[in-house]
């Protein structure tokens, strides 16, 4: 640490002229049903940061149902952080548990499950890229990208009263 005068004195000097804001979400974990964008029943994503020009998203999940979320494949790496509740990976012999953080590499299919004794999971994740939905012999159903997620804000923004705009906060 410097305790000269200047240690506390923020930087002086211009910010690039382009570079953006940054994203502060305070109470992220809000309780408020609009900021939660939903995704299936009893399955809803909180946008922190929709990242367009780089092709990821970073989100809360929350489930509140037991059983079978997905099947999916990611081509490129995947972070997750557990903030309640836990889940696993048919395919895998660990629990995702509270407080625990979980890698998920490129090229990995797995099938995300909630146990019957978990009312409630939340996890924040970081998902590069585009995840494919798949079934159990690696047919592709669906798909999800930072740009299905936008619309899926604009579309639920819109209908709770927030404005289709309400999403723009979160776009990079």
């Not at 200047?6 to 211009?14: E, G, I, S």
């Not at 970073?58 to 790496?77: C, D, I, T």
């Not at 629990?95 to 939340?122: I, N, S, W």
């Not at 798909?143 to 776009?171: A, M, P």
């Amino acid at each position: 640490m410097n305790d000269d005068d200047t240690a506390r004195m923020p930087y002086q000097l211009p910010f690039p002229k382009d570079a953006q804001d940054e994203i502060v979400i305070p109470n992220a974990m809000s309780e408020d049903d609009r900021l939660w964008v939903p995704q299936a029943e009893n399955v809803w994503f909180r946008p922190l940061c929709l990242n367009r020009s780089q092709g990821y998203w970073m989100n809360l999940l929350k489930v509140r149902k037991a059983g079978v979320l997905s099947r999916h494949r990611h081509p490129q790496p995947v972070h997750g952080f557990v903030l309640k509740g836990r889940w696993h990976y048919l395919e895998h012999d660990w629990v995702a548990e509270e407080g625990g953080y979980v890698f998920e590499p490129p090229g990995e299919t797995h099938t995300l499950v909630v146990p019957d004794d978990v009312e409630e999971m939340v996890t924040y994740f970081q998902v590069n890229g585009v995840m494919c939905y798949v079934d159990p012999w690696g047919k592709v159903t669906g798909y999800e990208d930072v740009f299905t997620k936008i619309d899926l804000c604009r579309k639920h923004f819109g209908e709770v009263g927030l404005g289709e705009d309400y999403v723009e906060q979160f776009i990079r």
